[in-house]
C-alpha cells in the first residue's frame, strides 16, 4: 500500500462510528483522528459520548481531550490540527482512520476551507443585540428565511453557527454554503469516506438508549459542574443546554431528558442530510466489523 489512505467513518450520532473506527484501526494497524467538534474538549466527557478510556487505551487518538472549553476551536482548527497528525502517522503508516460526524470538519479536512469575507462590526453588533433580547428562535427564524440553504442542514442549536451564517449572509449576499463550496484543495494523500447506514428505527433505539445510558452515567452532575461556562460556545449543544434549563428550574428532569432525545434525532437527521449532498460518501448498512474490513480494504489502492 504506497499510497496514502485517510479512511473516514462518519454516519449520525449514535451510529457506531466509535467502536468501528477502533476494529478498523486495529485492523490495519494505525491510529485514529476524531472528527468530531465537541470531543476535543477535556472538560467535556459523558454528554459528548467520548470513547471510553478502555477504548482510548486500545488505540491512540488525535483531537480528544486536545482542547480547553476556554480555547476557540473551529473548522479550520481542525484542518490544521489533522493534517499535521495525518502526517504524522504517514511517516510510518500508509493508512489513518478518521471517525466523527462532524461534517463541516471532514470537509475542511477534505477540500480546505475558503477565506471568509471580513464583516462589518456595526452590523455584527446589531444581529448580536438583537439575539440578546429575543432570543434563540428570532435567531433560528431569521436564519430560516434568509439563508435557508444553511438551515437545512446547518447546527440550528448552535447560536454561533446561526449568528456567523447570518451576518455573511446579511453582508454578501451569499449562503455560507455557498462559500464553503469552493475551490476544494488537493491534498497529498486519498481519502475514503464512508457512511454508516442504519434503518431509521434502529438509530431511534439507539439514540435513545444512549441518551439513558448518559443520565446513569452520571451526565446531569457534568452538567451542574459546567453549568458556569454555560456562555462558551463550546456547551451550546445538544445534552447539556437542556440540563442547563433544568437546573434553572424552568422545566422538570424528564422533560429534559425528553428534549435531549428529540434534538439529538434531529441533529441526527441533520448530519444525515448533509452526507447525502456529498456524492464522494459510499453508504454502508451496519456496523458490523467482518463486513466493513474486507470492503474497506478492497477500496484501498494497491501499489
Known sequence: ?????????????????????????????????????????????????????????????????????????????????????????????????????????????????????VIDLLLRRQIVDQYNSFGLEWLQQEVKEKDPVYYASGEILNPQRLLRALEIKLSTGLSIRDLQRRRPVQRPFKTLKMVIDLPREQLRININKRVDQMMEQGLLEEASSLLPFRELNALQTVGYTELFEYLDGTTTLDEAIERIKSNTRKYARRQLTWFRKDPDMHWIAGVDPAKWIPLVSSMIPQP
Open 1 to 117: 500500500m504506497d499510497q496514502k489512505t485517510v479512511i473516514i467513518i462518519t454516519g449520525p450520532t449514535g451510529s457506531g462510528k466509535t467502536a468501528l473506527a477502533i476494529e478498523l484501526a486495529r485492523h490495519f494497524r494505525t491510529e485514529i483522528i476524531s472528527a468530531d467538534s465537541r470531543q476535543c474538549y477535556a472538560e467535556m466527557n459523558i454528554g459528548v459520548a467520548k470513547p471510553s478510556p478502555d477504548q482510548l487505551r486500545s488505540v491512540k487518538h488525535h483531537f480528544i481531550d486536545s482542547h480547553s472549553i476556554h480555547d476557540r476551536v473551529n473548522a479550520g482548527t481542525f484542518e490544521q490540527y489533522a493534517l499535521h497528525a495525518a502526517e504524522a502517522i504517514f511517516k510510518d503508516r500508509s493508512v489513518v482512520i478518521m471517525a466523527g460526524g462532524t461534517g463541516l470538519y471532514i470537509k475542511a479536512f477534505c477540500e480546505g476551507l475558503d477565506e471568509m469575507p
